[in-house]
């Protein structure tokens, strides 16, 4: 056992013994759990079970979006959105759809947003190659920072909080609610911004999402900026920040962005 492992027990024990919390008295007393990066890119930690969505939650790419919404992504061009140097973005636009060109790097939102509610459309390449994380991967960061994975997660194995619909390296989805590769399918993410106060974390940032229309998130807590094989932190940043979608290298697609701004909650 690691020292950090051990230290984090003892001081969960301390935290028990403070705030009078015995363990199984759950429902009266939180205490967080440690993150435990073994445990977090472990592929043979229990999948979440499959789950075939319905088939009312596909929406027809000619489907109008609720009428406040503000449009990211209509199908015709990416006037919406940059590269990360700032230029117009660069990748590709067909059929209704828009395509990673990879290696041309993430693009993101002209405008800034925090708490929201944002539909998306995706679709991995139906053309299967790769797999694990080399499969169909891309993400949507919200505000730029918190990743909600996008990935071809139909029979292909990885570590729980690494498939389609996680928090990335935080938190599996409830269950699996993937389509086939190739197929489209749908993110609803509900987003409240993180609060800041002198620069230092005051109320983490909150999402739920539902995959394919099925609840794959519900309410998390939101840990700390998305990381890779490190314990996710909070940086203050400002408000309102872009949304952006990863080039991870594979083409996977996007289409029908759109996006309802909600005001904080006290
Ligand atoms: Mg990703």
């Known amino acids: 056992m690691k020292v950090k492992t051990i230290l984090t027990g003892i001081f969960v024990i301390l935290l028990v013994t403070v705030t009078g919390c015995s363990t199984g008295n759950t429902d009266t007393c939180y205490v967080p759990k440690p993150y435990d990066l073994d445990i977090m890119y472990d592929e043979d930690q229990p999948q979440p079970p499959v789950v075939t969505p319905g088939t009312a939650s596909t929406q027809d790419r000619t489907g109008k979006a609720p009428s406040d919404a503000i449009i990211l992504f209509d199908g015709r061009d990416l006037s919406q959105w940059l590269?990360?140097?700032?230029?117009?973005?660069?990748?590709?636009?067909?059929?209704?759809?828009?395509?990673?060109?990879?290696?041309?790097?993430?693009?993101?939102?002209?405008?800034?947003?925090?708490?929201?509610?944002?539909h998306i459309d995706w679709a991995t390449p139906a053309e299967v190659s790769g797999e694990g994380q080399g499969r169909g991967n891309s993400g949507v960061f919200l505000m730029n920072q918190y990743e909600v994975q996008v990935l071809d997660s139909y029979n292909n194995k990885t570590y729980p909080p690494g498939m389609a619909a996680s928090v990335y390296s935080q938190s599996p989805p409830l269950v699996n609610a993937s389509r086939a590769p190739g197929e489209w399918q749908t993110y609803d993410i509900i987003f409240r911004r993180p609060i800041f106060k002198g620069g230092k974390i005051a109320k983490p940032a909150i999402v739920t999402v539902f995959h394919n229309g099925i609840l794959v998130q519900d309410h998390f807590e939101i840990m700390g900026t998305t990381a890779f094989k490190e314990v996710p932190k909070y940086e203050a940043h400002p408000d309102r920040m872009p949304i952006s979608l990863q080039d991870h290298r594979n083409p996977t697609r996007f289409r029908n962005i759109w996006i309802r701004e909600l005001s904080d909650m006290e």
């Open 83 to 118: 590269d990360s140097d700032g230029n117009p973005a660069k990748w590709k636009v067909e059929n209704g759809y828009m395509e990673v060109v990879t290696g041309t790097g993430q693009i993101h939102t002209k405008q800034n947003f925090g708490s929201c509610q944002l």
